[in-house]
């Protein structure tokens, strides 16, 4: 057994990263990580209980990928392992959705390892990323300006996803294959640096070598501590999340004070985790997107919103909203009041109007008024600019609009909130405050009322 070997079954046996009798899923491409992974995996099958199967997907990128699928089914077939292979166009999903190459490519390896794992019964997915991955990946980060849940880099074990290699450098993987006879398959693209990543590995990488030859190790070491880091912080958000937060169908929503009180570090992170419940994931989420929502939080408008790559997220007073889209705020179109009858409610109660030979007495779910002065037909219909009513129990008028800012409507509530008008005369805000005047004033009359009723 090699040296590399035996570190990693020393390994394994002390994280228990596989527990005895995992089946796992091996991501194997035909470079030499995934190949390495496979092969040493393939060695601590027996010793740990694992069933292994293999993945190999073909991106349809380049020529070559044939060969590549060819070598990874005769690698496999040598090592009695079974293989699902598949063929993706990647390029034409990239130009159909208009979107990154790299990152597509990232996302359907995803998807089919993920199928590929449902389908086979495996709860594990093996990829080979290595310490020079993590550190690439670092820099990568860096450079795009990420945080530090960024900057944690690749977590060994993140979902369903295992990296069992990320303690170990590709200078003692690449050892490892030649001393062990194993082949595996060049990428030429890996050369090109018109790739972000590719320039870091060939060009900036080298460069930080000349003043720390173990530049690697140490951006590994400092991943490590990143992620220990936010280890911590995932659970206080978690919790926190847990106590504070509202779910309904829509999305969720988080006190505003809750945020006002937290500090930097933990209200950022607050925001990220609602985020990420809402969307499902953090992709296009940058520092400036969390900084323009705490900029809602922080902001002297009670009502605000912005739309965020994927998410609308939305200050409604003491409240911030988190929505994959913006709600629907048009009205609906007037209704005609004919006579008394039930009328249904945008909230999903009723209106139920009615006759009575006297008063039944007023609340604040139900209005009268003198059936001598308020006659049939009226308007039930919503908001228009510029209205006003004479408030019940005031001098003059009032703007609706004004009176609506009182009572802290959110702007949804206002486009929806039902009123009944004669006319141009607004009656009443229903549920909120009637007009002056009109009131019955002889037990004798009859009475029009109007209330709101639960009929469900």
């Known amino acids: 057994m090699s040296d590399l070997s035996q570190r990693f079954q020393l390994f394994l046996a002390e994280t228990g990263v596989f527990p005895s ?57 040598r090592l009695d392992i079974p293989l699902t292979i598949e063929r993706r166009d990647i390029a034409g999903k990239a130009r159909a959705q208009k979107g990154n190459l790299e990152e597509v490519a990232r996302l359907e390896r995803r998807d089919f390892l993920r199928s590929t794992a449902r389908a086979r019964e495996c709860s594990l997915i093996a990829l080979g990323h290595h310490r020079d991955d993590q550190a690439e990946t670092f820099l990568l980060r860096l450079l795009r300006g990420a945080g530090p849940t960024g900057l ?88 926190i999340l847990a106590e504070h937060c509202r779910e309904d169908e829509y999305g969720l929503s988080l006190p505003r004070q809750l945020l006002l009180e937290s500090s930097p570090a933990l209200a950022g992170r607050l925001v990220r985790a609602a985020l990420h419940k809402v969307r499902g994931n953090l992709r296009r989420i940058g520092n400036i997107h969390i900084a323009d929502v705490i900029g809602l939080v922080r902001s002297e408008a009670p009502q605000a919103e912005i739309n965020l790559p994927g998410c609308w997220v939305a200050r409604r007073y003491n409240q911030l909203l ?24 945008p909230d999903g109660r009723h209106l139920l109007i009615s006759i009575h030979d006297s008063s039944q007495g007023e609340g604040a779910s139900a209005v009268e008024f003198s059936a001598e002065v308020v006659s049939f037909p009226l308007t039930m219909r919503t908001f228009r600019s510029g209205d006003r009513l004479f408030p019940d129990g005031m001098q003059g008028s009032k703007k609706l609009q004004d009176l609506f800012v009182d009572a802290k409507l959110t702007k949804e509530s206002r486009a ?14 229903v549920g909120m405050r009637r007009c002056r005047g009109y009131r019955v004033q002889k037990t004798s009359q009859k009475v029009v009322r109007l209330s709101v009723v639960d009929c469900s």
């Open 152 to 239: 944690s880099g690749m977590r060994m074990m993140s979902d369903a996803f295992v990296r069992p290699l990320l303690g170990f450098d590709r200078a003692e993987i690449l050892d490892y294959l030649r001393s062990s006879g194993l082949l595996w398959r060049e990428d030429a693209s890996n050369n090109d640096c018109t790739f972000t990543r590719n320039r870091i590995r060939h060009e900036l990488l080298p460069l930080l070598r000349e003043f720390n030859p173990n530049i690697e190790r140490r951006l590994e070491e400092l991943c490590t501590l990143f992620a220990q880091d936010e280890t911590y912080w995932d659970e206080m958000t978690a919790q």
């Open 416 to 429: 929806t909130w039902p009123l009944i008008v004669r006319g141009e005369e607004i009656l009443w805000v």
């Open 21 to 77: 009798g995992s089946r796992v899923l091996v991501a194997v491409s035909g470079g030499a990580d995934s190949v390495a992974l496979l092969s040493l995996l393939n060695e601590a099958a027996e010793k740990f209980s694992l069933h292994l199967e293999a993945a190999h997907l073909d991106h349809a990128l380049r020529p070559e990928s044939v060969g590549d699928a060819e070598f990874v089914q005769d690698l496999c077939t």
């Open 322 to 345: 988190f929505r994959l889209e913006a709600p629907e705020t048009s009205g609906f179109s007037p209704v005609v009041v004919a006579g008394p009858g039930i009328y249904p409610l």
